[in-house]
């Protein structure tokens, strides 16, 4: 060991310092009247790999076997209802009313091209002298 | 004779006795880091106390791959420290290098002020103190010193190697200083 390593450790040794026997009751009745602190759980120690697939291996068992009971006993539990058409439900649309508000502006614009038509062929063939 | 691990058992279990068992070895130890930390013996004293209550009630905490000394300095150095910022809050700065109340200062023979633990005191800071006091009056190794500061391995080693340095310049300086005065 070197000079100043030695030199500490002497120098700590002459630091004198006594536990009196009034520190040593102090210390003796705080430690009775002193509880240990509840024990905190322990952490879980790690588990191997096989443990983690075999649970998860059984919690997908597990999972198939719930939905095959449940679908099992729906078919066997409940009787299926007669297939309805969804068309027959369906109320039977108008179209009619809602056709002819639509279309009958364009009837009468095609009347109106129509006679115009007409009387321009008419003047044509009273200019030719037909 | 009763084991250390033994004792530490029995004292788990709520053995008060075991515990005072175990901790007799270390008491007058930790006293005197307390001394050199605290602003009063009184306050090394409580301190202590502090330290062994502490000890005895959350050993269920203590990892036996420590050494149990390593353990008890850690929560010694907390109590320490919490003593320290209340001394600072409530005693006046001058008051706690005063010679006459300076607990290390008291606990030195009055033939013996040239104690370099004093000199280490003044020149480093409170945690590379403590890594010098575990390693040198201690005998810790570096890992355990780091545990017991909650510092990392190379932390301790460089702040043991500054605060060699700074003390080794104390210890030269003065020797110089008395040859030339001698």
Redesign the interface.
């Known amino acids: 060991m070197d000079?100043?390593?030695n030199?500490?450790?002497r120098?700590?040794?002459?630091?004198?310092?006594?536990?009196s026997d009034e520190?040593d009751h102090?210390?003796?009745a705080?430690?009775?009247a002193?509880?240990?602190?509840e024990?905190?759980p322990q952490a879980p120690r790690a588990r191997p790999p096989l443990f983690w697939w075999a649970s998860t291996l059984t919690g997908i068992a597990a999972a198939l076997a719930v939905i095959a009971i449940v679908n099992f006993q729906n078919q066997r539990d409940e009787p299926v209802p007669p297939a309805v058409p969804v068309a027959e439900l369906q109320p039977p649309i108008v179209l009619r009313m809602e056709a002819a508000m639509l279309t009958a502006p364009l009837e009468e614009e095609l009347e109106n091209l129509q006679s115009d038509l007409k009387k321009a062929e008419e003047k044509v063939r009273r200019d030719i002298g037909l | 004779m009763t084991s250390e691990l033994q004792l530490i058992d029995a004292a788990k279990a709520g053995s008060a006795d075991a515990f005072s068992d175990l901790v007799r070895g270390y008491r007058e130890r930790l006293l005197r880091f307390l001394v050199t930390r605290c602003a009063s013996v009184a306050d090394a004293e409580d301190a202590l106390q502090e330290t062994l209550i502490n000890a005895y009630r959350y050993l269920d905490s203590y990892d036996p791959r420590w050494r149990f000394s390593t353990w008890l300095y850690r929560i010694a150095i907390r109590n320490a420290g919490k003593l320290h910022v209340a001394d600072v809050r409530f005693v006046d700065e001058a008051d706690l290098r005063d010679e006459e109340n300076d607990p290390l200062l008291q606990c030195i023979a009055a033939a013996e002020k040239e104690n370099l633990w004093v000199a280490a005191r003044r020149l480093l800071n409170d945690d590379v103190f403590a890594a010098m006091w575990l390693r040198y009056a201690e005998d810790m190794s570096v890992n355990d010193i780091s545990r017991a500061l909650d510092r990392s391995v190379s932390w301790t080693k460089v702040n043991l190697m500054r605060g060699r340095r700074a003390l080794d310049a104390e210890l030269n300086g003065a020797a110089e200083q008395s040859e030339a005065y001698g």
Do not use: G
Request: avoid cysteine; charged fraction near 35%; proline fraction near 4%.
């Open positions: 000079k100043l390593a030199r500490l450790r120098d700590a040794e002459r630091i004198n310092v006594t536990v520190l102090r210390i003796e705080s430690l009775r002193a509880a240990p602190a024990q905190r």
